[in-house]
């Protein structure tokens, strides 16, 4: 994983040799090379580890997300914000197979920072929310389930939340 600053170089630093292709009437290098730009510049918004762990996530390999993730070195420097949400989004999702407060922190942070999608952003309110209602705080939790019901735009979530509902009702 390269630093944000080196994408950035790599991607000003090849930008610029392809406008001095085109400039030289080397037209097929000068595209390459524009192409080459392009890609730094979408490992720089899209963390290619993030999107190793997600890989791995949907294939229902926990361990191989974590060792994805664990290949992030301090989240903080290395990632822009929307990613650092990600990060912890995957991080909660594995915690809370173990420690359900971890997880909780993690989705909290998550929230906090922001995800990309809208249904991402449910689901990590809906986890929450089912994470504070295994804790009998249920007034939280009808306000998380709430505010991912109104994210939820394409009802995905919508038999999930209505599980979460009926368990609530029973607390």
């Known amino acids: 994983m390269f630093p944000k600053i ?20 080397y037209i097929g ?11 730094f510049i979408l490992i720089y918004f899209k963390n290619e580890m993030i999107f190793l762990a997600f890989l791995r996530l949907r ?5 191989g997300t974590e060792k994805w ?6 989240p903080e420097s290395a990632l ?13 999702i594995l915690e809370s197979q173990n ?3 971890i997880a909780e922190k993690h989705f909290k942070k998550a929230i906090l920072l922001g995800l990309s999608m809208n249904h991402d952003l449910a689901m990590a309110k809906m986890s929450l929310a089912g994470i504070l209602m295994q804790k009998r ?20 979530l919508t038999e999930q939340m209505r599980m ?8």
């Open 69 to 74: 993730l664990k290949k992030i070195k301090n």
């Open 6 to 25: 080196i994408k950035l170089i790599l991607a000003f630093a090849s930008l610029g040799f392809a406008v001095f292709e085109f400039y030289e009437n």
């Open 164 to 171: 979460m509902q009926q368990q609530m009702k029973k607390i």
């Open 59 to 63: 294939k229902q390999d926990f361990k």
């Open 29 to 39: 290098n000068g595209i390459f090379l524009s192409l080459l730009s392009t890609v």
């Open 80 to 92: 822009v914000q929307k990613q650092q949400g990600y990060f912890h989004y995957l991080q909660g």
């Open 137 to 156: 705080r249920k007034r939280e939790a009808t306000i998380l389930l709430a505010e991912a019901k109104k994210l939820d735009k394409h009802n995905m």
């Open 99 to 101: 420690n359900l407060t």
